[in-house]
């Protein structure tokens, strides 16, 4: 069973730093990409960072250079460090894989999400 395991989430003050990690297992085709997403209160849930198996990353605009995302392909894993952290940044994150099967259809997962508050 598909499964997306987070890691790293918790408290840190303004400007400081945190790494999410999430691990995928359980998938039958090949993850063509892994993101983050995150849900802030009262607001809809966002993209935060992709990055396919070649490599491509994508961000938000807001992330304005202070996140990077990596991923391990042979691992089935993507992180996420995050810097220079703002109030704003609080929010649930969400880790997704997604790609395509054999028949050419998109399947996705996603993992349970990790609380990441930003206060002083």
């Known amino acids: 069973q598909a499964h997306l395991e987070e890691s790293g989430g918790g408290l840190v003050q303004p400007g400081g730093s945190l790494r999410l990690s999430c691990t995928a297992s359980g998938i039958m085709w090949n993850i063509k990409t892994m993101a983050w997403y995150r849900r802030a209160p009262g607001k809809q849930r966002e993209l935060v960072a992709s990055m396919t198996t070649g490599e491509e990353a994508r961000y938000a605009e807001f992330v304005e250079g202070r996140f990077t995302i990596s991923r391990d392909i042979a691992a089935n894993r993507v992180s996420l460090e995050m810097n220079i952290m703002k109030f704003e940044d609080t929010a649930v994150y969400y880790c997704?894989?997604?790609?395509?099967?054999?028949?050419?259809?998109?399947?996705?997962?996603w993992g349970q999400g990790i609380q990441v508050t930003v206060s002083s």
């Open positions: 997704n894989a997604h790609g395509h099967n054999f028949l050419g259809r998109f399947w996705e997962y």
